[in-house]
């Protein structure tokens, strides 16, 4: 009898596409069944701009203490337990007194300082050392991920340059990584393969039998489904109909085409546009085609119109809110639709199923914060930080205040830590893990 050879992910192949699917148990080696999956850990940075208004973002408990959430946070209320929220920390900024937004997001994931006309940062961002460490099993070491077209070139903040501003991802010699915006584009890349430089007969040959990604290796999910148990067959059908959904998504924008990257994946609202990212970073974790991501919602000085959310000008025009009550109250808007977003993520990420048998979430770390914390003030200390999911031995459902203003390097020192690297330090100031992460 011809035995099954699988491993710990399957491929299924047809006209060109592969689909990575989930881990199933009834599939793998008879030795290793019954036994505790290798599980994979997952770690995902999230940048909102422009700051927040922090008396709303703040909780409302003592430090240390169960968290209660405020306004800003109530949709984030079912994921308590996932959720440990930061207050007090510090960032590094930029060497001249303006460009206080490129400042903060070149420094927001490296913990360095953002140099006047310069094009790279002086090390890596926290995301590239656990690549390092974690990336090599996966399709892409780590995927970069944009919210927002921007320049790459050229000056964006008072002098400070585009290539610093309007990226949160540098590789390990500081060197900014491109970021992908088409969300057909990103689709492409994770589950059928990603060629730049292919023409555009090759593009539209791709595309004559590209209709749907799932209808080419149905056959063979159908006949994998009857070597599976009955969870693992469920598991099969619900993956497979979430990337046909997020398929279907991106098509009803594109009029039916994904790619090429030259094209427009058509017209998606601000709130459709971020929910099918997080859709798709949640199905790329779920089917290990990578483990680490990032995902920038706006560039430097992001002025994106929230009119209709009741929040309408420019982001950055109402974070400077001079203490207006009508900017302020946009503000608030505004931050309760990012936290929403988050909210939607941690969701789509709690629904799907990993190896262990609890969920994608529980295995996952996000850490979201901001160029600054107030927008008003420009200040860089007291940063908004929520760490959110799984994935470190964290003691979550918990709000912690540093009053000696720690840098984010040392919280980074405990995260790369938990992911399997053994460094101690990182950054310009990062020299010991954070305390308190752990009750």
């Not at 149905?218 to 994998?224: I, K, N, S, V, Y």
């Amino acid at each position: 009898m011809r035995k099954l050879s699988i491993g710990r992910r399957l491929f299924l192949g047809g006209a060109a596409v592969t689909v990575a699917l989930p881990f199933f148990e009834s599939l793998a080696p008879r030795e290793a069944r019954g036994q505790a999956a290798a599980v994979p850990k997952r770690f995902l940075g999230v940048f909102a701009p422009n700051g927040f208004d922090m008396a709303d973002f703040r909780p409302k408990s003592a430090s240390g203490a169960a968290i209660a959430l405020g306004p800003m946070m109530a949709s984030l209320e079912p994921f308590k337990d996932h959720l440990l929220v930061l207050g007090g920390l510090q960032n590094t900024k930029q060497d001249r007194p303006l460009g206080d937004h490129s400042g903060g997001i070149g420094s927001m994931l490296t913990n360095r300082t953002v140099n006047y006309d310069t094009e790279k940062m002086g090390g890596p961002s926290i995301d590239q050392i656990i690549a390092k460490q974690i990336g090599g099993a996966t399709k892409l070491a780590s995927l970069e991920l944009a919210g927002e077209q921007g320049a790459t070139e050229g000056s964006c903040d008072s002098g400070y340059r585009c290539s610093v501003g309007n990226h949160i991802s540098f590789d390990m010699t500081g060197a900014p990584l491109p970021k992908l915006y088409q969300t057909g584009q990103i689709f492409d890349r994770l589950f059928q393969g990603f060629d730049p430089g292919a023409s555009q007969a090759e593009i539209d040959r791709r595309n004559q039998y590209r209709k749907s990604v799932l209808d080419a290796v149905l056959a063979q999910a159908t006949e994998l489904k009857g070597k599976l148990n009955i969870a693992d067959a469920d598991k099969l059908e619900q993956y497979l109909s979430a990337v046909r959904e997020v398929e279907k998504r991106i098509e009803l924008a594109s009029g039916g085409s994904c790619t090429p990257p030259t094209k427009t994946d058509g017209q998606l609202s601000d709130q459709q546009r971020h929910e099918v990212l997080n859709d798709l970073i949640s199905l790329a974790f779920q089917c290990d085609a990578t483990r680490v991501a990032s995902l920038m919602w706006g560039n430097v000085t992001s002025n994106r119109n929230y009119a209709s959310i009741g929040a309408s000008g420019g982001h950055h025009d109402i974070s400077h809110h001079g203490g207006n009550a009508d900017n302020i109250a946009k503000l608030k808007k505004i931050g309760k639709w990012e936290m929403d977003r988050l909210a939607h993520l941690l969701g789509k990420l709690k629904s799907l199923p990993d190896a262990d048998g609890r969920m994608v979430l529980d295995n996952t770390l996000i850490f979201y914060s901001s160029d600054i914390s107030d927008g008003d003030s420009h200040n860089h200390d007291d940063m908004p930080v929520v760490l959110a999911g799984g994935g470190a031995d964290f003691t979550l459902n918990r709000y912690v205040t540093y009053p000696e203003k720690p840098h984010f390097s040392d919280l980074f020192i405990s995260i790369a830590n938990a992911f399997g690297s053994n460094i101690t330090t990182f950054g310009e100031h990062g020299t010991k893990p954070l305390q308190g992460l752990k009750a």
